[in-house]
């Protein structure tokens, strides 16, 4: 398996997005790469997935995240630790100007373009409680889903039963 | 250029793979950039970048994990993120794809003088013309090549082709 892994793979960082796992003390996150087609003479994208460990804790699903290699391995499937959070799904900030960021805007002229309407309603970023809050209950996003058939008694709010 | 479909096929070929200037210094690990889709006019130059030099960059740099990020900010930005979980952000906003080339070279790119110097020391470890099997090349000596003069540790030279008859001074007795 190591001796197939291209070149890209095996460096001592990597950047990867975290994605829903059922792993209880550590993350699986996806690193995306290109691997050349010698005939096409072109890139195509690749993703592979490494089981890190996060000491702060503070990950959840959809951040990007650099890995840094472990230099011991205690646990076999564990090759690498969460070193640096790039972006956090929902509070993305902007490296640049340091501002917070949604999508293309900025959050603060983003609040006064939407007081200067007047509106009401509208989620807001500073008095919202952090992420994780509702995992388990409402938000189904930090373990993997999957697609039910049979009607239960009690049903796992990780499968879809549409 | 045979089988060239698409947009742009010039990008496809090996010739213009290899022209690409920048050679990332080896602490460079991960290069992350992160621009805006169609319209916007900041971005312009960044996404002429990512469609005609990120293949380059990448066939120069096979090692180095290349990312793109679209529409997660309002400005542009380039990212390298080095061994030494050390970043360097190359904000690229309303700069042209050669700008942003010129720029990455002189910051994190190796220099043309180190470029040379490594190409001519490939050059001699890759030539097949040279001898020397413990060294890795293909042929230990010359003797081996048909056509040419045997090994004289198997097939003893012509006497008067030694230069130990020549220096002798054998070359001057009169021939029987």
Not at chain 2, 43 to 63: A, C, T
Not at chain 2, 77 to 85: G, L, P, Q, R, Y
Not at chain 2, 92 to 117: C, H
Not at chain 2, 136 to 156: K, T
Request: glycine letters at 6%; hydrophobic letters at 30%.
């Amino acid at each position: 398996m190591a001796g197939s892994l291209p070149g890209v793979l095996k460096n001592s960082i990597l950047l990867g997005q975290v994605v829903p796992s059922n792993l209880k003390n550590a993350l699986k996150v996806q690193v995306p790469y290109f691997t050349f087609d010698e005939r096409l003479k072109a890139y195509f994208k690749k993703t592979e997935d490494f089981i890190a460990v996060d000491p702060s804790k503070e990950s959840k699903t959809g951040d990007v995240v650099i890995i840094q290699k472990l230099e011991k391995q205690t646990k076999k499937d564990i090759t690498h630790h969460v070193s640096q959070t790039v972006f956090k799904l929902g509070d993305v900030k902007d490296p640049i100007s340091g501002e917070y960021v949604v999508g293309s805007e900025y959050r603060n002229r983003r609040d006064k373009i939407d007081e200067l309407y007047g509106a009401t309603g509208n989620f807001k970023y500073d008095e919202a409680p952090k992420r994780g809050r509702l995992e388990g209950t409402r938000d189904f996003t930090d373990k993997p889903t999957y697609r039910t058939w049979h009607e239960f008694e009690k049903d796992d709010p990780y499968g879809i039963r549409n | 250029m045979p089988f060239m479909k698409g947009v742009a096929p010039i990008r496809r070929t090996t010739k213009y793979l290899a022209r690409c200037p920048l050679v990332l210094k080896p602490r460079v690990k991960v290069m992350t950039v992160n621009f805006n889709d169609k319209g916007e006019e900041h971005s312009e130059g960044v996404r002429d970048f990512v469609f005609w030099n990120l293949p380059q960059i990448q066939y120069k740099n096979p090692n180095v994990q290349i990312v793109t990020f679209k529409d997660m900010t309002p400005s542009p930005f380039i990212t390298c993120f080095m061994e030494d979980n050390s970043k360097v952000y190359f904000d690229v906003d309303s700069q042209t794809n050669k700008e942003i080339m010129d720029r990455l070279v002189k910051t994190v790119g190796k220099s043309k003088q180190v470029l040379e110097e490594e190409a001519i020391a490939s050059e001699a470890k890759s030539n097949p013309a040279n001898f020397n099997r413990r060294l890795g090349f293909e042929r230990h000596c010359i003797c081996e090549m048909p056509g040419q003069v045997p090994c004289p540790s198997v097939v003893p030279v012509p006497i008067h082709w030694r230069g130990k008859w020549w220096n002798q001074g054998h070359r001057y007795e009169e021939e029987e």
